[in-house]
């Protein structure tokens, strides 16, 4: 943990979600490329059924 | 106790996409942005499974600076984010929530309610888009194959948008900590460019609608007959009509005035305390709070249209009362409280000369309201932003104190700096505020190219030139390790 300040400096206007550097020990963690498996895996699954066409 | 202690079980376990450890090489990040936008494009075109026709947008004209696309699972966009930072500005606007978010502990209480809060909107707004009216209407064959219903087919189609809502959010995420910028801004520019360049260069087999360079060529060859240009239908078909003169001058006005607008400011000169001759300036920029807010003043004037088009949905055309509001068959209000409240997002929504079906008086309120929602909301809504961001006289005072600067003349203590930014950023941003609404809505009013409305292309410009700031300072810290140190990110 820095100094308790926001990572982004000046800069914090950026996006509407604000992210800071402070995270607690029992937050669960999701690596980014999980994310984007899950994200392509999802899309695949979704079109393959439209595909199937039911 | 306090709602702090009641929700911090919840709050801080959150799950939250992994921080990189140390520097992230400007490639890299370059690259993460690349490959979500890749997806994010991917996602909006696969239908959602079970649909039995793609039914009609709830979201409306409102496409543009909500993102996804409809009848995808990406249908909810970035809406549920936008609604729950509406909720989440107007509590911390408004000082209800008592977290300081210089405390740790806070900050990570903040981030727990910020992800509770869109999620709550994903039901919020995705349970009425599938169980009411024809916005995603379920798909019978499919009920009957898998012997579930329709409410069971509608309970996949809502699992299904309610999973890419989330994905948006953790896709935002990743942007934030690994890539440049924001997953928001990005989804917004990737949309509004699309429109843009559908509406300059699209032929009527692609996108459905003429674009401004297609239109052109046929209009010199003689293919699209606009009439003689000497009397009044010719010249309202070039400017207006098929020759869209006014809209592609709107266009380039909007980006001239946003890039100018961006280098106004009020510079607050500063000395170093301890070195002698390191001078520095604080910008106050005119757009200080960035053009940002106004997408909260539209999503706000979103949500009410919503509501009228669910109620309508749900009591039908007899059962809604005329004061209220009455629809067409397009499922555009027409008349009414709903009419009155709706945004003007296209010249043919005013101009009562062309033949429209409302009196000049009713047209005339309809802009009055649209002007003072988004100039007074404009305002409210920066200094709310401006207040939440820790972009206030306070906030930068003791960044200024913190970094070893003072302003020359005064004494070097964070209230004196307070008094003088006190002087300056609250009326910036009040004026900024409102000028930001004034453009958008008369943007709306003449007309854009591709019809991507004033506030698309406000938030798409001003959000392309924070990028190109964040990209030249990266790469600055690129060639100069040591700027990083000072930028204050290890």
């Known amino acids: ?34 994310v984007v498996a899950f994200g392509i895996l999802f899309g695949f699954v979704v079109m393959v059924l439209n595909a199937v066409g039911l | 106790m306090g709602w702090k202690e009641a929700a911090e079980p919840l709050l801080t376990r959150m799950p939250s996409v992994v921080r990189p ?43 543009s600076i909500l993102g996804g696309s409809q009848g995808s699972i990406l249908q909810l966009g970035i809406g549920p984010i936008v609604t729950a930072s509406i909720v989440l500005q107007l509590l911390g606007g408004a000082d209800l929530l008592g977290l300081d978010t210089d405390d740790p502990r806070d900050q990570i209480l903040y981030q727990g309610l910020q992800k509770l809060l869109v999620v709550a909107m994903i039901f919020l707004t995705g349970i009425p888009m599938v169980f009411a009216g024809g916005f995603l209407p379920a798909s019978s064959n499919l009920a009957d194959a898998l012997g579930v219903g329709i409410f069971g087919v509608q309970v996949l189609i809502f699992a299904q948008i309610a999973v890419g809502g989330i994905l948006i959010l953790f ?13 928001i801004g990005l989804f917004i520019i990737a949309g509004v460019s699309q429109q843009l360049i559908g509406g300059l260069f699209g032929w009527q087999g692609l996108t459905g609608n003429i674009g401004f360079l297609p239109a052109w060529v046929g209009i010199i060859t003689g293919s699209i007959d606009i009439g003689s240009p000497l009397t009044a239908e010719g010249l309202q078909a070039i400017f207006m009509g098929q020759g869209q003169l006014i809209a592609l001058v709107t266009t380039v006005l909007i980006f001239v005035v946003v890039v100018y607008a961006e280098s106004v400011r009020i510079e607050i000169p500063l000395s170093h305390a301890r070195v002698k001759g390191a001078r520095g300036r604080f910008p106050v920029k005119l757009i200080y709070a960035s053009v940002l807010p106004m997408i909260l003043v539209r999503a706000l004037q979103a949500n009410i249209q919503f509501l009228g088009r669910i109620l309508q949905s749900q009591l039908g055309a007899a059962g809604m009362p005329n004061w209220l509001g009455v629809y067409n068959q397009q499922g555009q209000p027409t008349a009414g409280f709903f009419y009155y409240f709706n945004p003007i997002q296209a010249p043919g929504d005013w101009m009562w000369w062309t033949g429209i079906a409302q009196e000049p008086w009713q047209v005339a309120l309809r802009v009055a309201i ?93 959000i392309t030139y924070k990028l190109y700031e964040e990209i030249a300072e990266e790469q600055l810290m690129e060639m100069h390790p040591m700027m990083r140190s000072m930028f204050g990110n290890g």
């Open chain 2, 21 to 63: 450890e140390g520097h992230v090489p400007f490639k890299r990040k370059l690259g993460w942005t690349a490959g979500i936008l890749v997806l994010y494009f991917f996602l909006t075109n696969i239908t959602v499974w079970g649909l039995a026709e793609q039914g009609n947008d709830l979201f409306g004209q409102f496409r």
């Open chain 2, 171 to 183: 896709m935002d995420e990743i942007v934030s900590k690994w890539g440049v910028g924001s997953g």
């Open chain 1, 1 to 34: 943990m820095s100094k308790g300040q926001n990572s982004g400096g000046l800069m914090s206007s950026a996006g509407l979600v604000r992210y800071f550097d402070a995270e607690d020990r029992n937050a669960i963690r999701v690596d980014p490329k999980t």
């Open chain 2, 370 to 462: 649209d002007l003072t929602f988004m100039v007074i909301g404009g305002a409210i809504f920066a200094v709310f932003w401006v207040e939440t961001t820790g972009m206030g006289p306070e906030a930068t005072a003791k960044q200024i104190q913190n970094s070893g600067m003072q302003i020359p003349g005064f004494r070097r203590n964070p209230q004196v700096i307070e008094k003088v930014m006190e002087r300056y950023i609250p009326q910036v941003t009040v004026i900024g505020g409102a000028l930001v609404g004034l453009l958008a809505v008369l943007a709306n009013m003449l007309g854009t190219i591709g019809g991507v409305s004033g506030t698309g292309l406000l938030l798409a410009v001003s």
